[in-house]
């Protein structure tokens, strides 16, 4: 916890609040722990198609816990595999990812990663989530 001094002694706290122009604005909370976010590990899409495609992965979601709410989500790709690959709903708690330009009988990988920020600007990133799609179409 946070100790502050007070007329009596010292005094744990559990929240810090900073007076504002609009009130009262909360910079510190040991009420919910620290912040953390769990994500799958993977995320598959599949199509068969005889034809090039756009195959996207099943919905994945990041899970916050902890910090202070509300959270915001930015999805993002980190790996350097090639292919143009979209997140289908970056800023979300829930998005998927689709490959564009698939092949029939080819697969494409990418690595994707969640930061979540909570109300009071502490931010997590998330392990990666191996996505991967197929093209069975001959």
């Known amino acids: 916890g946070v100790s502050v001094r007070v007329a009596a002694g010292l005094k744990t706290i559990g929240s810090a609040y900073i ?30 198609v005889g034809s090039t495609v756009s195959v996207t992965t099943e919905t994945v979601q990041a899970v916050a816990s902890g910090g202070t709410g509300p959270y915001s989500y930015l999805w993002a790709r980190t790996d350097a595999n090639p292919g143009t690959w979209v997140i289908t709903a970056p800023t979300s708690d829930s998005t998927a990812f689709r490959a564009n330009s698939v092949a029939p ?19 997590v990133v998330s392990t990666g989530i191996d996505a991967s799609v197929d093209n069975f179409g001959v």
């Open 105 to 123: 009988l080819t697969a494409k990988l990418a690595t994707f990663q969640c930061t979540v920020t909570d109300s009071l600007g502490a931010s």
């Open 19 to 48: 007076r504002t122009a609009s009130g009262l604005k909360q910079i510190f909370s040991m009420a919910s722990g620290a912040l953390s976010v769990g994500v799958p590990a993977t995320a598959y899409g599949a199509a068969a």
